[in-house]
Nanobody, 121 residues
Framework: QVQLVESGGGLVQNGGSLRLSCAAS????????MAWYRQAPGKQRELVAG???????NYADSVKGRFTISRDNARNTVHLQMNSLKPEDTAVYYC???????????????WGHGTQVTVSS
């Protein structure tokens, strides 16, 4: 079993900043891709940003230049620095990790329970 625990969500004003963190624990041999997704009310869950174990990143067009994803492989953590927040960024943000639990074992995706981010206008 793998657990992902997010923290750092909250209420912020238009133009403000928040930093989300996610810590993975449990039966982990290695973590490949880690990512942040979000889901706004009435909308599908969407990828916000992802980062590979080697540090390659990708971002949704809507957050490029405002959000920065980073990770600490030694601590099995991933962070999302969110600047210049807009009301349309309001959503539940979910951490995702693609985990190998044993040497040469298969990769499996795991999700956190989510953290609410609300940007007021």
């Amino acid at each position: 079993q793998v657990q992902l625990v997010e923290s750092g969500g909250g209420l912020v004003q238009n133009g403000g900043s928040l930093r989300l963190s996610c810590a993975a624990s449990g039966s982990i041999f290695s973590i490949e891709t880690m990512a942040w997704y979000r889901q706004a009310p009435g909308k599908q869950r969407e990828l916000v940003a992802g980062i590979t174990r080697s540090g390659s990143t990708n971002y949704a067009d809507s957050v490029k230049g405002r959000f920065t994803i980073s990770r600490d492989n030694a601590r099995n953590t991933v962070h999302l620095q969110m600047n210049s927040l807009k009301p349309e960024d309001t959503a539940v943000y979910y951490c995702y990790a693609n985990v190998r639990t044993i040497v040469a074992g298969p990769l499996k995706g795991w999700w956190g329970h989510g953290t609410q981010v609300t940007v007021s206008s």
